[in-house]
């Protein structure tokens, strides 16, 4: 129950009685979200675990009530050189604060995951690593950094990508296969820019049912 019960109660922490939730949470005293702009501004970085997130929308999806997204990463230079990235010919070690896609959680517009998805290369300029190496990477992914404000909504990241540590892998192995089919099936030369792919993949969730599902096991 630990994860379960560090979720729970950062969620219930960032929910008033006045219907306001993670989302408004994100906002800390601004009014409201504007399209792409990170949450918090200048992203939660931890340089101590190399864990990353932030919160942003593109476009409300008024068919799924779809808000945004947390997108969570790990930093290239706090996941150890043994294990080697996927050798592509465009990645440069050298760009700045180079790091690892874990996964997005999708949010809905009354504060709840309701699913996880993970993108292409050309819309994150990570390092790529194989599916093979996911679990490895979300066990570093630990938020350490002071500000009890933002200490609430660290814990909720950090918890949710624990829960669904099984998804998130399944999630890695589906956009390798993904991207492996392309380049079979596609003349595109390099399928990590090909702007026609831009999710890879991606499943639907329900925390309650999770933490069912992880007690019950």
Known sequence: MGYASQVLESQQLMTTAEGKNILHYTLNKKQRHERMSHYPKGDRIDHSTGAQYFYHCHRENFE??????FHCFLRYKHIPKSIKPTPLADWDRYIDNPMTHLVAIAMNQLGQPIRLFTVNRWVTSEVWYGAEHVLSFLKRYKMTLDDPYWQVLDKWVEGILQLFAPQISWLHQERDRKIQLHQENNSVENPY?????????????????QIEWIIGA
């Open 193 to 209: 820019l090909d702007y026609d792919l831009e999710e890879l993949s991606q499943i639907s969730i329900d925390l309650k049912q």
């Open 64 to 69: 799924s009530t779809e808000h945004g997204h």
